[in-house]
Protein backbone atom coordinates (compact mmCIF):
# COMPACT_ATOMS: atom_id res chain seq x y z
CA UNK A 1 0.00 0.00 0.00
CA UNK A 2 3.20 2.20 0.53
CA UNK A 3 3.34 3.06 -2.99
CA UNK A 4 -0.42 2.75 -3.80
CA UNK A 5 -0.64 6.85 -3.17
CA UNK A 6 2.19 8.71 -1.88
CA UNK A 7 1.49 12.27 0.53
CA UNK A 8 2.27 15.04 -2.62
CA UNK A 9 -0.52 13.44 -5.16
CA UNK A 10 -2.86 13.57 -2.04
CA UNK A 11 -1.73 17.47 -1.10
CA UNK A 12 -2.21 17.60 -4.99
CA UNK A 13 -6.25 16.68 -4.89
CA UNK A 14 -6.81 19.05 -1.59
CA UNK A 15 -5.33 22.18 -3.27
CA UNK A 16 -7.21 21.25 -6.32
CA UNK A 17 -10.86 20.95 -4.40
CA UNK A 18 -9.97 23.56 -1.95
CA UNK A 19 -11.53 26.42 -4.62
CA UNK A 20 -14.76 24.49 -4.70
CA UNK A 21 -14.92 25.61 -1.01
CA UNK A 22 -16.76 29.17 -2.81
CA UNK A 23 -20.15 27.21 -3.61
CA UNK A 24 -20.60 26.14 -0.04
CA UNK A 25 -21.70 27.89 3.51
CA UNK A 26 -20.57 27.12 7.13
CA UNK A 27 -23.37 26.07 8.95
CA UNK A 28 -24.97 28.89 11.29
CA UNK A 29 -28.22 27.67 12.43
CA UNK A 30 -25.60 26.41 15.38
CA UNK A 31 -23.92 29.51 16.48
CA UNK A 32 -21.36 27.77 17.40
CA UNK A 33 -20.53 26.13 14.10
CA UNK A 34 -20.61 29.40 12.10
CA UNK A 35 -16.36 30.40 13.32
CA UNK A 36 -15.17 27.68 10.85
CA UNK A 37 -12.87 28.55 8.43
CA UNK A 38 -14.93 28.01 4.87
CA UNK A 39 -11.76 27.40 3.34
CA UNK A 40 -9.89 24.69 5.31
CA UNK A 41 -9.57 21.20 3.94
CA UNK A 42 -8.19 18.15 4.73
CA UNK A 43 -7.76 14.41 4.66
CA UNK A 44 -6.06 11.58 6.74
CA UNK A 45 -6.31 8.24 5.17
CA UNK A 46 -5.57 4.82 7.32
CA UNK A 47 -4.33 1.95 5.16
CA UNK A 48 -5.86 -1.29 7.05
CA UNK A 49 -1.94 -2.14 5.74
CA UNK A 50 0.10 0.69 6.37
CA UNK A 51 1.02 4.00 8.13
CA UNK A 52 -1.28 7.00 8.00
CA UNK A 53 -0.98 9.67 5.49
CA UNK A 54 -2.44 13.47 5.63
CA UNK A 55 -2.92 16.27 3.25
CA UNK A 56 -4.22 19.91 3.61
CA UNK A 57 -5.65 21.08 7.55
CA UNK A 58 -5.97 17.54 9.28
CA UNK A 59 -5.03 19.65 12.42
CA UNK A 60 -8.12 21.44 12.81
CA UNK A 61 -10.75 20.09 16.02
CA UNK A 62 -14.13 19.77 14.84
CA UNK A 63 -17.60 18.53 16.29
CA UNK A 64 -18.53 14.96 15.38
CA UNK A 65 -22.33 16.25 14.55
CA UNK A 66 -24.26 13.53 12.80
CA UNK A 67 -20.80 11.48 11.90
CA UNK A 68 -22.04 10.84 16.13
CA UNK A 69 -25.17 8.80 14.64
CA UNK A 70 -22.42 5.76 12.67
CA UNK A 71 -21.00 5.45 16.69
CA UNK A 72 -24.85 5.47 18.81
CA UNK A 73 -26.20 2.88 16.14
CA UNK A 74 -23.02 0.39 16.55
CA UNK A 75 -23.29 0.90 20.18
CA UNK A 76 -27.41 0.72 20.38
CA UNK A 77 -27.79 -2.53 18.12
CA UNK A 78 -24.60 -3.82 20.68
CA UNK A 79 -26.77 -2.92 23.43
CA UNK A 80 -30.20 -4.25 22.29
CA UNK A 81 -29.82 -6.64 18.80
CA UNK A 82 -31.10 -6.32 15.61
CA UNK A 83 -34.89 -7.24 16.07
CA UNK A 84 -35.47 -4.19 18.88
CA UNK A 85 -33.72 -1.51 17.61
CA UNK A 86 -35.19 -1.77 13.97
CA UNK A 87 -38.96 -2.07 15.55
CA UNK A 88 -37.74 1.57 16.43
CA UNK A 89 -35.82 2.86 13.65
CA UNK A 90 -36.32 1.73 9.58
CA UNK A 91 -33.36 0.97 7.14
CA UNK A 92 -34.71 3.02 4.01
CA UNK A 93 -33.46 6.20 1.99
CA UNK A 94 -35.42 8.84 3.42
CA UNK A 95 -34.53 11.35 0.22
CA UNK A 96 -35.75 13.94 2.71
CA UNK A 97 -33.49 16.76 4.64
CA UNK A 98 -31.79 15.43 8.01
CA UNK A 99 -33.91 17.51 10.25
CA UNK A 100 -37.22 16.67 8.14
CA UNK A 101 -40.44 15.98 10.12
CA UNK A 102 -43.45 15.75 7.72
CA UNK A 103 -42.82 11.91 7.30
CA UNK A 104 -43.00 11.20 10.83
CA UNK A 105 -47.02 11.74 11.13
CA UNK A 106 -47.51 9.45 7.65
CA UNK A 107 -45.17 6.61 7.65
CA UNK A 108 -46.35 3.39 9.05
CA UNK A 109 -46.19 3.02 13.00
CA UNK A 110 -44.62 6.06 12.70
CA UNK A 111 -41.52 4.38 12.85
CA UNK A 112 -38.31 7.50 11.56
CA UNK A 113 -37.22 6.30 8.55
CA UNK A 114 -33.41 5.22 9.06
CA UNK A 115 -30.93 6.28 11.58
CA UNK A 116 -28.69 8.68 10.33
CA UNK A 117 -31.21 11.40 9.93
CA UNK A 118 -31.89 13.21 13.28
CA UNK A 119 -35.63 11.82 13.96
CA UNK A 120 -33.87 8.02 13.90
CA UNK A 121 -30.60 9.24 15.44
CA UNK A 122 -32.61 10.14 18.42
CA UNK A 123 -34.68 7.22 18.51
CA UNK A 124 -31.14 5.18 18.89
CA UNK A 125 -29.88 7.28 21.51
CA UNK A 126 -33.22 6.64 23.36
CA UNK A 127 -31.68 2.69 23.26
CA UNK A 128 -28.37 2.99 24.71
CA UNK A 129 -28.46 1.29 27.67
CA UNK A 130 -26.90 3.08 31.14
CA UNK A 131 -27.99 3.59 34.16
CA UNK A 132 -27.88 7.53 33.85
CA UNK A 133 -27.29 10.10 30.56
CA UNK A 134 -23.51 10.88 32.07
CA UNK A 135 -23.11 6.82 32.18
CA UNK A 136 -23.91 6.69 28.81
CA UNK A 137 -22.24 9.47 26.97
CA UNK A 138 -19.21 8.13 28.73
CA UNK A 139 -19.74 4.61 27.52
CA UNK A 140 -19.86 6.20 24.13
CA UNK A 141 -16.88 8.39 24.77
CA UNK A 142 -14.79 5.31 25.86
CA UNK A 143 -15.96 3.44 22.75
CA UNK A 144 -14.50 6.16 20.38
CA UNK A 145 -11.53 6.94 22.23
CA UNK A 146 -10.88 3.31 21.61
CA UNK A 147 -11.74 2.95 18.25
CA UNK A 148 -10.10 6.21 17.11
CA UNK A 149 -6.94 5.18 18.95
CA UNK A 150 -7.05 8.72 20.64
CA UNK A 151 -7.71 8.70 24.67
CA UNK A 152 -7.78 12.83 24.28
CA UNK A 153 -11.16 13.10 22.31
CA UNK A 154 -13.51 15.06 24.22
CA UNK A 155 -16.50 16.92 24.06
CA UNK A 156 -16.45 20.73 22.93
CA UNK A 157 -18.66 22.49 25.75
CA UNK A 158 -19.28 25.28 23.89
CA UNK A 159 -20.64 23.20 20.72
CA UNK A 160 -22.79 21.07 23.06
CA UNK A 161 -24.22 24.55 24.77
CA UNK A 162 -25.08 25.80 20.99
CA UNK A 163 -26.95 23.10 20.17
CA UNK A 164 -29.01 22.85 23.71
CA UNK A 165 -29.50 26.68 22.98
CA UNK A 166 -30.87 25.89 19.19
CA UNK A 167 -32.08 22.29 19.22
CA UNK A 168 -35.84 23.13 19.46
CA UNK A 169 -36.73 21.24 16.05
CA UNK A 170 -34.79 18.01 18.03
CA UNK A 171 -37.50 18.93 20.54
CA UNK A 172 -40.39 18.51 18.45
CA UNK A 173 -38.99 14.96 16.91
CA UNK A 174 -38.02 13.63 19.97
CA UNK A 175 -41.38 14.68 21.65
CA UNK A 176 -43.84 13.19 19.00
CA UNK A 177 -41.92 10.14 18.75
CA UNK A 178 -42.63 10.08 22.53
CA UNK A 179 -46.04 10.47 21.64
CA UNK A 180 -46.24 7.74 19.45
CA UNK A 181 -44.15 5.49 21.62
CA UNK A 182 -41.27 5.18 19.34
CA UNK A 183 -39.23 6.32 22.55
CA UNK A 184 -40.45 4.81 25.72
CA UNK A 185 -38.03 6.70 27.89
CA UNK A 186 -36.62 9.55 29.27
CA UNK A 187 -37.07 12.04 25.92
CA UNK A 188 -34.67 15.12 27.69
CA UNK A 189 -32.30 12.15 28.08
CA UNK A 190 -32.26 10.67 25.12
CA UNK A 191 -31.91 14.40 23.89
CA UNK A 192 -29.32 15.30 25.43
CA UNK A 193 -27.33 12.19 24.79
CA UNK A 194 -27.56 12.94 21.08
CA UNK A 195 -26.71 16.78 21.57
CA UNK A 196 -23.73 15.76 23.87
CA UNK A 197 -22.36 12.92 21.03
CA UNK A 198 -22.90 15.78 18.31
CA UNK A 199 -20.49 17.87 20.21
CA UNK A 200 -17.58 15.49 20.38
CA UNK A 201 -14.73 17.20 19.15
CA UNK A 202 -12.50 15.55 16.67
CA UNK A 203 -9.74 15.76 13.89
CA UNK A 204 -9.74 14.19 10.48
CA UNK A 205 -7.26 11.75 11.60
CA UNK A 206 -10.02 10.36 14.26
CA UNK A 207 -12.25 10.22 11.59
CA UNK A 208 -10.03 7.67 9.28
CA UNK A 209 -8.99 5.69 12.43
CA UNK A 210 -12.88 5.18 12.87
CA UNK A 211 -13.67 4.60 9.57
CA UNK A 212 -10.74 1.93 9.53
CA UNK A 213 -12.45 0.48 12.51
CA UNK A 214 -15.11 0.00 10.04
CA UNK A 215 -13.56 -0.88 7.28
CA UNK A 216 -11.78 -3.41 9.40
CA UNK A 217 -14.82 -5.72 10.06
CA UNK A 218 -14.83 -4.08 13.90
CA UNK A 219 -11.42 -4.91 14.71
CA UNK A 220 -9.28 -1.93 15.50
CA UNK A 221 -6.13 -1.85 12.90
CA UNK A 222 -3.06 -3.32 14.47
CA UNK A 223 -5.03 -5.37 17.35
CA UNK A 224 -7.37 -8.60 17.21
CA UNK A 225 -10.14 -7.09 19.56
CA UNK A 226 -13.36 -7.53 17.80
CA UNK A 227 -15.03 -4.93 19.52
CA UNK A 228 -18.34 -4.81 17.51
CA UNK A 229 -19.95 -7.67 15.96
CA UNK A 230 -19.10 -8.36 11.98
CA UNK A 231 -22.99 -8.41 11.51
CA UNK A 232 -23.17 -5.40 12.98
CA UNK A 233 -20.05 -3.27 11.08
CA UNK A 234 -21.77 -4.38 7.91
CA UNK A 235 -25.23 -3.18 8.69
CA UNK A 236 -23.83 0.29 9.66
CA UNK A 237 -21.97 0.26 6.33
CA UNK A 238 -24.68 -0.25 4.51
CA UNK A 239 -27.25 1.86 5.95
CA UNK A 240 -24.25 5.04 5.58
CA UNK A 241 -24.16 3.47 1.69
CA UNK A 242 -27.92 4.17 1.17
CA UNK A 243 -28.72 7.12 3.72
CA UNK A 244 -24.96 8.55 4.90
CA UNK A 245 -25.30 11.20 3.34
CA UNK A 246 -29.17 12.24 3.38
CA UNK A 247 -31.24 13.65 0.17
CA UNK A 248 -27.42 13.24 -1.55
CA UNK A 249 -26.86 10.26 -0.40
CA UNK A 250 -27.60 8.54 -4.00
CA UNK A 251 -25.32 10.41 -5.54
CA UNK A 252 -22.85 10.42 -3.09
CA UNK A 253 -22.60 6.47 -3.34
CA UNK A 254 -22.48 6.93 -7.33
CA UNK A 255 -19.95 9.47 -7.51
CA UNK A 256 -17.62 8.01 -4.22
CA UNK A 257 -18.74 4.07 -4.49
CA UNK A 258 -17.94 3.78 -1.17
CA UNK A 259 -20.29 4.03 2.31
CA UNK A 260 -19.63 7.46 4.05
CA UNK A 261 -21.57 9.48 6.41
CA UNK A 262 -21.57 14.04 6.75
CA UNK A 263 -21.84 16.32 9.31
CA UNK A 264 -23.01 19.78 9.41
CA UNK A 265 -19.51 20.61 10.95
CA UNK A 266 -18.21 19.76 7.67
CA UNK A 267 -16.39 16.51 8.45
CA UNK A 268 -16.95 13.16 6.21
CA UNK A 269 -15.87 9.37 7.50
CA UNK A 270 -15.43 7.01 4.50
CA UNK A 271 -15.20 3.51 4.28
CA UNK A 272 -13.90 1.87 1.78
CA UNK A 273 -13.89 -2.14 3.20
CA UNK A 274 -10.79 -4.13 3.18
CA UNK A 275 -8.86 -1.56 2.45
CA UNK A 276 -8.87 1.64 4.25
CA UNK A 277 -10.19 4.53 6.39
CA UNK A 278 -10.56 8.09 5.05
CA UNK A 279 -11.38 11.09 7.17
CA UNK A 280 -12.40 14.69 5.53
CA UNK A 281 -12.93 18.09 7.15
CA UNK A 282 -14.13 20.93 4.97
CA UNK A 283 -16.47 23.02 6.76
CA UNK A 284 -18.31 25.07 3.57
CA UNK A 285 -21.47 23.00 3.04
CA UNK A 286 -23.50 22.56 0.47
CA UNK A 287 -27.81 22.87 0.90
CA UNK A 288 -28.37 19.53 2.08
CA UNK A 289 -25.66 19.74 4.47
CA UNK A 290 -22.52 17.71 2.91
CA UNK A 291 -19.09 18.98 2.84
CA UNK A 292 -19.19 20.83 -0.94
CA UNK A 293 -14.93 20.21 -1.31
CA UNK A 294 -14.74 17.02 0.79
CA UNK A 295 -17.45 15.23 -0.85
CA UNK A 296 -15.68 16.62 -4.32
CA UNK A 297 -11.97 15.18 -2.91
CA UNK A 298 -13.66 12.07 -1.97
CA UNK A 299 -15.39 11.67 -5.11
CA UNK A 300 -11.64 12.19 -6.97
CA UNK A 301 -9.59 10.04 -3.93
CA UNK A 302 -12.21 6.86 -5.06
CA UNK A 303 -11.65 7.19 -8.84
CA UNK A 304 -7.83 8.04 -8.75
CA UNK A 305 -7.35 4.78 -6.16
CA UNK A 306 -10.32 2.51 -7.89
CA UNK A 307 -12.36 2.47 -4.55
CA UNK A 308 -15.74 2.13 -6.02
CA UNK A 309 -17.53 -1.13 -4.83
CA UNK A 310 -19.71 -1.90 -8.09
O1 LIG B 1 -29.17 17.78 15.03
C1 LIG B 1 -28.47 18.70 14.63
O2 LIG B 1 -28.94 19.72 14.22
C2 LIG B 1 -26.95 18.59 14.64
N1 LIG B 1 -26.46 18.52 15.92
C3 LIG B 1 -26.45 17.48 13.78
C4 LIG B 1 -26.93 17.60 12.40
C5 LIG B 1 -25.98 17.25 11.33
O3 LIG B 1 -24.79 17.13 11.46
C6 LIG B 1 -26.65 17.14 10.04
N2 LIG B 1 -25.71 16.98 9.02
N3 LIG B 1 -25.28 17.18 8.07
Do not use: W
Not at 66 to 76: G, N, P, R, T, Y
Not at 158 to 163: A, D
Not at 172 to 184: D, H, L, N, P, R
Amino acid sequence: MADYFNAQELHQMVEENRRVAHYGEVASYIPELQHADPERLGITVVPLNGKPITAGDCHLDFSLQSISKVISLMVALSDNGFERVFSKVGMEPSGEPFNSISKLETVENHIPLNPMINSGAIAVASLIKGESVDLKFEKVLEFIKKIAKNQGITINDKVYRSEMETGDRNRAVAYFMKSTGIIEGNVDEALDLYFRLCSISVTCHDLAQMAAFLANDGIVPGTHDQLIDVEIIKAVNTIMFTAGMYNESGESAMRTGIPAKSGVSGGILAVAPGKMGIGIIGPAINKKGNSIAGLRLLSNFSRRFGLHLL
